[in-house]
C-alpha cells in the first residue's frame, strides 16, 4: 500500500528554509571538515564564523585532462538566461541587442571579375521580450559562421537570420555586414588605373514577419561651389584679377532598399552614383588627369541640395531600386563648417529624428 503524505508536493517557504539550515549547521558542528567538503564545500560558507581559512584549498594548475559532459555543462550557471526576477532596471522590451564589429573573411560575388574574398564586419542584433534577462551572444557568431564558408548572397544572410531568431526565440532581427569593396578605376586621360576602395554595407532586417534588404554605400566625390566658380570668372572678366573657385571633398552616403527581381550589384549602384555626380575624386593621377579633373569639376559645380536631387534622380530610375535615402556631406574649404542634406523616399528610412553623429561618420578618411 502506497502512503501519500499531503506535504510532499508543497513548496517549501522562508520558514521551511530557516529551519533546514539550522539543522544543517547543528551537523556540522559535529562533523569534520572532510565530511562537509565530502558533502558540498559550500555548506562551510552558510556556517557562522565562516572565513577564507575554511574555505577548501583550491588548486592552482591548469587541468589538462579535464573534460566536460552533458551533465557538468548542465550544471554550469547561466545568469543572462536566467529568471525574469534577475532583470535589473525596467522590465522592458528591448528592441535590437547583440554584437557588433564581429569580422571574419566572407567571399562575395562581383558584376564583372569573379568572387572576392574580404574582411567583414558583422553586426547582428535580435529582439529581447521584457520578460527575458538576455541572451547568449556566441549563439550569434556559431549562427553566423555556419554559413560564412558559403559563396555569399543575401540567401546567406538570412539563413544566418533564422537561426538567430530560433535559437534566441526572437521576434525580430537585424544582420548588418560591413565591407571595403575594392573596383579598378581608370585615370582621366593618362591611361593608368588604380584600386578605389568603397564602404558598402549590407543590411538585412526582420521586423513583425517583414524583412528587407539593404544596400549601404558612401560614394566620395569632389563638389565645386557654383556661387564660388561664377564669383571667381567675374572678378577675371570683370577686374583682371586671378581667382580660384573653392571645392573640397564630399560624401554621399546613399541607402537603397532591394526590389523584388534582378540583382543589384555593387558596382551597378557605383555606376548610378558616378552618372549621377561625375566628380568621383581620382585614384592614378599625372598632370593631364589633374588637369582634366580640374575641367570635369568647373563643367559639375554642384551645391548639397544639387547633389541630392541628381542621385535621386539615377535611384528612381532603377527598378531594381524600392525605398531609398541619400544623406550629402559637402566638407567646406571656404567655411569651418560642412554643407548636409538629407533626402528620402518612401517608409524605410523616413524619421523624425538623426543621430547626432550621423554627419560626423561621413568624413572620409581614406
Not at 313 to 318: G, I, Y
Not at 330 to 339: F, K, M, P, R, V
Request: net charge negative; glycine share 4%; charged share 25%.
Amino acid at each position: 500500500m502506497n502512503i501519500h503524505t499531503p506535504d510532499i508536493d508543497r513548496q517549501p517557504d522562508r520558514d521551511d528554509a530557516r529551519e533546514a539550515l539550522m539543522r544543517l549547521r547543528q551537523w556540522a558542528e559535529k562533523a569534520s571538515a572532510e565530511e562537509i567538503s565530502d558533502l558540498d564545500p559550500a555548506i562551510a560558507r552558510l556556517l557562522p564564523g565562516a572565513g577564507a581559512a575554511k574555505y577548501p584549498a583550491l588548486s592552482r594548475e591548469y587541468p589538462d585532462g579535464f573534460t566536460v559532459d552533458t551533465a557538468y555543462k548542465a550544471s554550469l550557471p547561466d545568469l543572462q538566461n536566467g529568471p525574469s526576477s534577475l532583470i535589473r532596471g525596467a522590465k522592458q522590451q528591448i528592441q535590437h541587442v547583440g554584437i557588433s564589429n564581429f569580422r571574419l573573411p566572407i567571399q562575395y560575388h562581383t558584376r564583372d571579375n569573379g568572387d572576392l574574398t574580404l574582411e567583414t564586419s558583422v553586426t547582428g542584433t535580435v529582439s529581447l521580450e521584457a520578460d527575458k534577462k538576455g541572451i547568449n551572444m556566441s549563439r550569434i557568431m556559431r549562427s553566423f559562421y555556419k554559413h560564412a564558408e558559403k559563396t555569399f548572397s543575401f540567401g546567406v544572410i538570412e539563413a544566418a537570420l533564422e537561426d538567430y531568431k530560433t535559437d534566441l526565440e526572437s521576434f525580430d532581427a537585424r544582420i548588418q555586414m560591413r565591407l571595403s569593396y575594392p573596383v579598378k578605376v581608370p585615370s582621366l586621360r593618362s591611361g593608368l588605373s588604380g584600386y578605389q576602395y568603397y564602404d558598402i554595407a549590407l543590411e538585412l532586417v526582420e521586423r513583425a514577419g517583414v524583412r528587407k534588404k539593404i544596400i549601404h554605400l558612401d560614394y566620395v566625390y569632389s563638389s565645386t561651389c557654383p556661387c564660388s566658380l561664377e564669383l571667381s570668372e567675374h572678378a577675371r572678366m570683370s577686374r583682371g584679377q586671378l581667382a580660384t573657385p573653392h571645392s573640397q571633398r564630399s560624401v554621399a552616403r546613399i541607402s537603397v532598399e532591394l526590389a523584388e527581381g534582378d540583382c543589384l550589384w555593387f558596382e551597378d549602384l557605383i555606376d548610378m552614383a558616378r552618372e549621377a555626380v561625375p566628380t568621383e575624386t581620382q585614384v592614378m593621377v599625372k598632370r593631364e588627369d589633374e588637369q582634366a579633373f580640374a575641367e570635369l569639376n568647373a563643367a559639375n559645380p554642384i551645391f548639397v541640395e544639387d547633389a541630392a536631387r541628381l542621385f535621386c534622380e539615377q535611384l528612381k530610375r532603377d527598378e531594381r531600386v524600392g525605398d531609398f535615402r541619400v544623406i550629402a556631406s559637402h566638407q567646406e574649404s571656404l567655411h569651418s563648417h560642412d554643407a548636409v542634406s538629407v533626402l528620402t523616399e518612401g517608409d524605410t528610412f523616413a524619421c523624425e529624428s538623426l543621430d547626432p553623429r550621423l554627419f560626423a561618420s561621413l568624413f572620409h578618411v581614406g
